[in-house]
């Protein structure tokens, strides 16, 4: 069935046969009346992508979708009346006892070989998907001075070397009038070291700090700990040195600097690197209920052919995994694995209580408006982005991945968190699914833009990379646009712009920071 035909006809989708409830496909929703190819009639105006009963429901009764039971019907529901937030009572969380670990043993789908992009290999084995000289800052009071910096170097020195992609700076709200000792530093603290050391950047780590701030060079890179290409310690502008006279003069030492850098960074070239060197990020914002339907399942798919490659995925958003922590305990490699699962979780849980708040809080005006009603539903839709392969490791907030396969990298679900923790992991790509939209973008890593629907892919055609929303019309199955997302990821990573990079478009990178502020 074509689009325009999807248009005409009533339609739902419905995820599972034992689902008692189904989203509504039609652009715009459907009014009062509307009946169905299989007879069933609306008794009440429903939304796009929002809810309708398939069947009656008692007060009480579960309310399954995904085959997951996301509420019980706060009062009785009639068949083919939508299914407003305020009709379901959510469920307690699962307890994080008596869990399923590492129970699931699929058969190992077959490798994926003879992929291949063109990338920047790094002395360390690692590769980046672009060549770009990253500025560390160590506190938040050189940002404007770092800045300034930026804009001269690209406008006066960034064209000399044709090789260098861009110049950013790794500018953060971190670094001073905070706890620094205290146990959760460590989560901010080792998140800007790995973020430096990010693939992209080519192992050239340059720091500007104030040197009165508590996290001072020393403490973010410990002298021969950290494996930098340039051979030795990053290298360092201090503001506050006595041979910086007037604000130019902390200018000319940051160009300076920076062009001895851009001088090695220039001289790297792309070459062939198969698949495997991928290092992928996968995340969704401004979701809305189709994104459980076509472009998390899709990017789903891509997750298992990038395993399959050898590549490295990651998954994350604590909150959005939670209520299905017992599907993933189960499709761990090892209880070892499942455990470190948990871990995260209850130390996530804990991290809500000490704010007053649970896993409810993560649901957003736009989530409910798109048809989501809770964040259970949400879960259920997020998970997908994983793909069907077993859970081979876990990070916790700001480590850095060291192995391949599919990861659950923790991370809060915040989208500018995440992809600043994902980007301190060591991703090369990111692939970030919508159904609001959001011109959501990463100034140290490409980020490909995957739209849930036809409309949100028509409208904003300039900012969205992939439109999934062809899933739910008709027009393409979810191998289809799997397939299609696995041939773009390739050809991003060999260089070829997304619409976010077109449009120069980022966020700013924002620190997960649980400790004290002082």
Same mark, same amino acid.
């Given at each position: 069935?074509?689009?325009?035909?999807?248009?005409?006809?009533?339609?739902?989708?419905?995820?599972?046969?034992?689902?008692?409830?189904?989203?509504?496909?039609?652009?715009?929703?459907?009014?009062?009346?509307?009946?169905?190819?299989?007879?069933?009639?609306?008794?009440?105006?429903?939304?796009?992508?929002?809810?309708?009963?398939?069947?009656?429901?008692?007060?009480?009764?579960?309310?399954?979708?995904?085959?997951?039971?996301?509420?019980?019907?706060?009062?009785?529901?009639?068949?083919?009346?939508?299914?407003?937030?305020?009709?379901?009572?959510?469920?307690?969380?699962?307890?994080?006892?008596?869990?399923?670990?590492?129970?699931?043993?699929?058969?190992?789908?077959?490798?994926?070989?003879?992929?291949?992009?063109?990338?920047?290999?790094?002395?360390?084995?690692?590769?980046?998907?672009?060549?770009?000289?990253?500025?560390?800052?160590?506190?938040?009071?050189?940002?404007?001075?770092?800045?300034?910096?930026?804009?001269?170097?690209?406008?006066?020195?960034?064209?000399?070397?044709?090789?260098?992609?861009?110049?950013?700076?790794?500018?953060?709200?971190?670094?001073?009038?905070?706890?620094?000792?205290?146990?959760?530093?460590?989560?901010?603290?080792?998140?800007?070291?790995?973020?430096?050391?990010?693939?992209?950047?080519?192992?050239?780590?340059?720091?500007?700090?104030?040197?009165?701030?508590?996290?001072?060079?020393?403490?973010?890179?410990?002298?021969?700990?950290?494996?930098?290409?340039?051979?030795?310690?990053?290298?360092?502008?201090?503001?506050?040195?006595?041979?910086?006279?007037?604000?130019?003069?902390?200018?000319?030492?940051?160009?300076?600097?920076?062009?001895?850098?851009?001088?090695?960074?220039?001289?790297?070239?792309?070459?062939?690197?198969?698949?495997?060197?991928?290092?992928?990020?996968?995340?969704?914002? *401004? /979701?809305?209920?189709? %994104? &459980? #339907?076509? =472009?998390?399942?899709?990017?789903?798919?891509?997750?298992? !052919?990038?395993?399959? $490659?050898?590549?490295?995925?990651?998954?994350?958003?604590?909150?959005?995994?939670?209520?299905?922590?017992?599907?993933?305990?189960?499709?761990?490699?090892?209880?070892?694995?499942?455990?470190?699962?948990?871990?995260?979780?209850?130390?996530?849980?804990?991290?809500?209580?000490?704010?007053?708040?649970?896993?409810?809080?993560?649901?957003?005006?736009?989530?409910?408006?798109?048809?989501?009603?809770?964040?259970?539903?949400?879960?259920?839709?997020?998970?997908?982005?994983? *793909? /069907?392969?077993?859970? %081979? &490791? #876990?990070? =916790?907030?700001?480590?850095?991945?060291?192995?391949?396969? !599919?990861?659950?990298? $923790?991370?809060?679900?915040?989208?500018?968190?995440?992809?600043?923790?994902?980007?301190?992991?060591?991703?090369?790509?990111?692939?970030?699914?919508?159904?609001?939209?959001?011109?959501?973008?990463?100034?140290?890593?490409?980020?490909?833009?995957?739209?849930?629907?036809?409309?949100?892919?028509?409208?904003?055609?300039?900012?969205?990379?992939?439109?999934?929303?062809?899933?739910?019309?008709?027009?393409?199955?979810?191998?289809?646009?799997?397939?299609?997302?696995?041939?773009?990821?390739?050809?991003?990573?060999?260089?070829?712009?997304?619409?976010?990079?077109?449009?120069?478009?980022?966020?700013?990178?924002?620190?997960?920071?649980?400790?004290?502020?002082?």
């Amino acid at each position: 069935m074509n689009k325009r035909d999807a248009a005409k006809i009533p339609l739902y989708i419905s995820m599972h046969e034992n689902d008692n409830v189904a989203i509504i496909v039609n652009d715009g929703g459907l009014p009062a009346g509307a009946v169905f190819p299989s007879g069933l009639t609306l008794i009440e105006a429903v939304p796009q992508g929002h809810k309708v009963t398939l069947c009656d429901l008692a007060q009480g009764a579960p309310i399954i979708r995904y085959n997951v039971t996301i509420g019980t019907a706060a009062s009785a529901i009639a068949k083919g009346s939508w299914v407003k937030e305020a009709l379901i009572t959510m469920p307690p969380a699962r307890v994080l006892t008596d869990l399923p670990m590492a129970t699931h043993k699929p058969a190992p789908l077959p490798a994926l070989a003879g992929h291949t992009f063109e990338g920047f290999r790094n002395a360390d084995g690692s590769v980046g998907t672009r060549n770009i000289l990253a500025i560390t800052t160590t506190v938040q009071c050189v940002a404007g001075v770092v800045e300034h910096a930026v804009k001269l170097i690209k406008s006066e020195l960034l064209p000399h070397y044709p090789n260098v992609d861009d110049v950013i700076g790794l500018e953060h709200s971190y670094g001073c009038g905070v706890a620094i000792d205290a146990p959760d530093a460590m989560i901010p603290i080792r998140t800007v070291r790995n973020i430096s050391l990010n693939p992209n950047f080519g192992g050239q780590a340059m720091v500007v700090s104030l040197g009165c701030e508590k996290l001072q060079p020393a403490r973010l890179f410990p002298k021969g700990s950290i494996p930098i290409q340039n051979g030795g310690d990053p290298v360092t502008v201090c503001l506050q040195d006595q041979q910086h006279i007037g604000f130019q003069s902390m200018v000319d030492s940051i160009m300076q600097t920076a062009k001895g850098q851009l001088e090695k960074l220039n001289l790297r070239r792309r070459e062939t690197c198969p698949a495997s060197d991928l290092v992928v990020g996968v995340q969704c914002g *401004g /979701s809305d209920a189709f %994104s &459980g #339907v076509t =472009a998390n399942p899709a990017v789903g798919f891509a997750t298992d !052919l990038l395993v399959r $490659a050898g590549a490295a995925v990651m998954f994350s958003e604590v909150t959005e995994v939670r209520d299905g922590i017992d599907q993933l305990t189960s499709r761990a490699v090892s209880a070892e694995v499942a455990e470190a699962m948990v871990r995260e979780m209850a130390w996530y849980d804990n991290y809500l209580k000490r704010g007053g708040v649970d896993r409810s809080a993560n649901t957003t005006p736009g989530n409910k408006a798109g048809g989501l009603s809770n964040i259970v539903e949400k879960a259920m839709g997020s998970i997908v982005k994983s *793909g /069907s392969s077993p859970i %081979s &490791g #876990v990070l =916790a907030p700001g480590e850095k991945l060291q192995q391949k396969g !599919l990861i659950y990298a $923790a991370t809060p679900a915040s989208d500018f968190i995440c992809g600043t923790l994902q980007v301190a992991a060591g991703m090369n790509l990111h692939i970030f699914t919508t159904g609001r939209g959001t011109p959501y973008g990463l100034a140290a890593v490409p980020v490909i833009k995957v739209a849930t629907r036809n409309e949100l892919a028509e409208r904003w055609h300039d900012l969205m990379d992939l439109n999934a929303g062809r899933i739910a019309s008709g027009e393409a199955s979810i191998a289809d646009i799997g397939w299609e997302l696995f041939h773009l990821m390739l050809s991003i990573a060999s260089g070829k712009k997304t619409w976010a990079e077109h449009w120069k478009l980022h966020n700013a990178l924002v620190l997960f920071n649980p400790a004290p502020v002082t």
